[in-house]
C-alpha cells in the first residue's frame, strides 16, 4: 500500500486502517490526525514517526508489519495502547498541546493516574 504522505500531511485513511488492524488505539488514530498547527505547535511526533517509519520501508506497509510499535518511545508506546492519561506524563510540551488539543483537559484528568499532576493549560 503506498501513503503518498508528507511529514506534515495527515495520514491516509489507508494507514489509519490498518494502524488500527494492527493494535492502535483510537486515541493513537485521534492523536495523529491532529494537526500541529491547531495546537499552535510545530510538530506531531506521533505522526512524524508512523510517517518515518512508512518511507523507511519505500512507502509500503505489509498487514503484519505494525504489529510491535518499537518505532517510538514511552510516550508513542502509551498513546498506541490509549493509555492517554499516562501518556501526557511521558510528553514534552509539544505532545502535551497535542494531547490537549485532541483529548481537552478535562477528559485528560478524568483518565490520569492518581499518582500524576492535574493537567492545566
Not at 498513546?79 to 498541546?97: L, P
Amino acid at each position: 500500500m503506498s501513503t503518498q504522505s508528507t511529514d506534515t500531511d495527515a495520514p491516509s485513511r489507508e494507514l489509519t486502517n490498518l494502524l488500527r488492524l494492527n493494535g492502535a488505539s483510537d486515541a493513537f488514530i485521534n492523536v495523529i490526525l491532529t494537526d500541529p498547527e491547531d495546537a499552535n505547535v510545530s510538530r506531531n511526533s506521533c505522526r512524524e514517526e508512523v510517517l518515518k517509519w512508512v518511507r523507511w520501508n519505500d512507502g509500503e506497509i505489509t498487514e503484519d508489519a505494525l504489529e510491535d510499535p518499537t518505532f517510538g518511545g514511552g510516550f508513542f508506546e502509551k498513546v498506541w495502547h490509549g493509555e492517554i492519561g499516562a501518556a501526557y506524563g511521558h510528553a514534552d510540551s509539544n505532545n502535551q498541546a497535542i494531547l490537549i488539543e485532541a483529548f481537552g483537559i478535562n477528559y485528560l484528568n478524568s483518565v490520569r493516574p492518581a499518582d500524576y499532576p492535574e493537567v492545566t493549560a
